[in-house]
């Protein structure tokens, strides 16, 4: 959803300092987009026209493979880019992008950046930055998803998609409805994957209702995680 410029977009801006990368005599024509959790923003192949800034939620990113599963790739969090690459590259999405929990993003058509800002160098410095940060997290991940047990990657996932913002808990379960498709996203089996929550279970970690996995100890979890998130 596509919402009008107002005070809200003012207030977005000057709090994540985008007001600092523009000339102060232009009026920038952002844009605010909102998307309601498990709605997904782009699918592999759509064609992007805006470049999104990330300011309140969080996203998941994913790839599909050739097997016809997902694989996760890593989560953004706010100040995050979407966009970037196609940007820059004039490519269509290579990856899936969904919301994990309500989300609100800024956005700036390509065509203005293309016509007004491609000499403004704090901007592409911002950019730069943020596309360094998106290499090293692939290269991590590409290792996490090669080397790591699934519990150690089960673990990473929990971590990522229940803290907040800050580092703290901001839930504490999980609907076991979404097992299968986490079990995708992590390269494994569903039937893996319940072994791996039957073990965490009897360990004490996590304790597995009818419709839910609830984090009992925050602290293992994240000595199993080797302190990699999928960020």
Not at 34 to 55: K, P, W
Not at 61 to 76: A, P, Y
Request: proline share 3%; aromatic share 8%; net charge negative.
């Amino acid at each position: 959803m596509v919402n009008p410029i107002s005070n809200e977009v003012n207030d977005l801006i000057k709090r994540f300092g985008m007001d600092q990368w523009f000339d102060p005599i232009r009026e920038i024509p952002f844009k605010l987009y909102s998307y309601r959790a498990n709605e997904v923003l782009f699918h592999e192949g759509d064609e992007i026209h805006t470049l999104l800034f990330l300011v309140e939620g969080k996203l998941k990113i994913s790839t599909n493979l050739v097997t016809g599963k997902s694989l996760l790739l890593r989560f953004c969090n706010p100040p995050s880019v979407i966009g970037d690459i196609e940007f820059i590259s004039r490519i269509s999405v290579k990856s899936q992008v969904a919301a994990v929990s309500d989300c609100v993003l800024l956005g700036l058509d390509f065509d203005y950046l293309r016509k007004h800002e491609m000499n403004n160098a704090k901007l592409l410095h911002y950019l730069l930055l943020h596309l360094s940060h998106k290499l090293q997290t692939c290269t991590s991940q590409a290792s996490v998803n090669l080397l790591s047990s699934v519990e150690n990657r089960f673990a990473s996932y929990l971590l990522s998609t229940m803290l907040s913002e800050a580092y703290t808990p901001f839930t504490s379960e999980l609907q076991t409805s979404k097992i299968g498709e986490i079990a995708g996203l992590l390269g494994t089996t569903h039937r893996h994957l319940n072994r791996t929550i039957q073990g965490l279970c009897q360990e004490g970690i996590l304790e597995r209702g009818k419709d839910y996995i609830r984090v009992l100890d925050w602290t293992r979890l994240q000595e199993m995680s080797n302190g990699i998130l999928f960020e």
